[in-house]
């Protein structure tokens, strides 16, 4: 066996459809790791750009081309990648994201001082129009606090995601098609059964947000496909009001949109008490990771209360009413919710103001 053939350490699994004008930020990225020992696996859609011709010209011979005999969606595209796969690690990173230099370096330090972890995210950037935000991510995370917020929630970017090979494989397959742009979340899902998911909280991976990227073009399919997830993780708890729950989940938690009134506050705050219960019954966690999963559901709960303020689609007098003991006010002050309260209160004069207008104008 010639060194060339000899099998990575890392394989490096980027599906692409499209991607010329992004990938070779991307490849470049990779190639300037710190950690040398990878192959870096491109499985190419059926693009009808110049993708694959930006690929076979990269000058690195870790560096593969795998292409679709026909176009198979995403998911088909990098499970192809996860079956071409040789190394000890499979690292994740979607053909628009950028790696920082040290990412693999310290996923594999990680991954070798923690034998017991089969995944492992990382902190991202926001990339939008040249400029470098933090995400909305926690800060500071323990891996108790990860396998937490999967039940309430996405909480890693999949471009930061590294896994054990030999664990990934006993999954079949490694992401599920028939759950589309939620197939990651729901990835952690089932893997979380073979051992323990964490995060480093340093900013390894810029995440591109862009018109074309995916999360803005398909963000109906995502929900649903979310939906499903939570609905088969809440399955145990709710019976047959997993879905109802997991839906305003998705909605509320999730995607960050207003409730549309009290009652539904209340169930929401109800479910959380619930799954959080149940979270910390049936987890060993020290009084760090509750802290700070008490700490990070408060947050939550907190965004939740003021959305809906100030929409107007509630008021205050409904938060302070339905909010569960343990949430308490979240981590907004009454300050923040009163001021909240104040705008939805406003929007809700106007609305009446336009629509007594419609009326008079009608007569």
């Not at 980027?14 to 870096?40: H, M, P």
């Not at 011979?61 to 176009?71: D, I, Q, S």
């Not at 339905?322 to 308490?328: A, S």
């Amino acid at each position: 066996m010639t060194a060339a053939d000899a099998a990575p350490l890392v394989s490096v699994v980027v599906a692409s459809y499209n991607g010329a004008a992004l990938i070779e930020e991307t490849l470049a990225s990779v190639t300037a790791q710190t950690l040398t020992d990878f192959e870096l696996i491109v499985v190419d859609d059926c693009s009808t750009d110049d993708t694959c011709a930006v690929v076979s010209a990269w000058p690195d011979p870790r560096v593969r081309l795998v292409t679709m005999a026909k176009n198979g969606g995403p998911v088909r595209t990098r499970n192809r990648g996860f079956a071409e796969a040789r190394g000890r690690y499979i690292a994740a990173l979607d053909h628009d994201d950028i790696c920082r230099p040290d990412r693999f370096a310290r996923q594999v330090s990680y991954f070798e001082a923690h034998p017991d972890t089969v995944l492992l995210g990382t902190s991202a950037e926001i990339l939008c129009d040249g400029k470098v935000t933090p995400s909305r991510y926690a800060p500071t995370t323990t891996p108790a606090l990860v396998a937490w917020l999967t039940c309430i929630e996405n909480p890693l970017v999949w471009s930061s995601t590294m896994m054990r090979t030999d664990v990934a494989r006993r999954l079949d397959p490694i992401t599920r098609p028939d759950l589309l742009f939620a197939e990651d979340f729901d990835l952690y899902q089932r893997i979380r059964h073979f051992g323990a998911i964490a995060r480093l909280d340093a900013p390894l991976v810029l995440y591109r947000v862009h018109p074309g990227g995916v999360s803005k073009r398909f963000e109906d399919t995502m929900e649903a496909s979310a939906v499903r997830v939570l609905t088969e993780r809440y399955a145990r708890l709710f019976d047959d009001r997993a879905e109802t729950i997991a839906r305003l989940m998705v909605s509320h938690n999730m995607a960050k949109r207003p409730v549309a009134d009290r009652a539904t506050l209340a169930i929401l705050g109800s479910a959380l008490s619930v799954i959080q219960a149940d979270f910390l019954a049936t987890h060993r966690c020290d009084s760090h990771d509750i802290s700070l999963i008490r700490w990070e559901t408060a947050r939550r709960w907190g965004d939740i209360g003021r959305v809906g303020l100030r929409a107007g689609t509630i008021r205050l007098a409904d938060v302070l009413a339905v909010r569960p003991d343990h949430l308490g006010l979240g981590y907004a002050s009454l300050e923040a919710l009163l001021w909240s309260g104040l705008i939805g209160g406003a929007r809700r004069a106007r609305h009446r103001m336009e629509q007594s207008r419609m009326v008079q104008t009608a007569v």
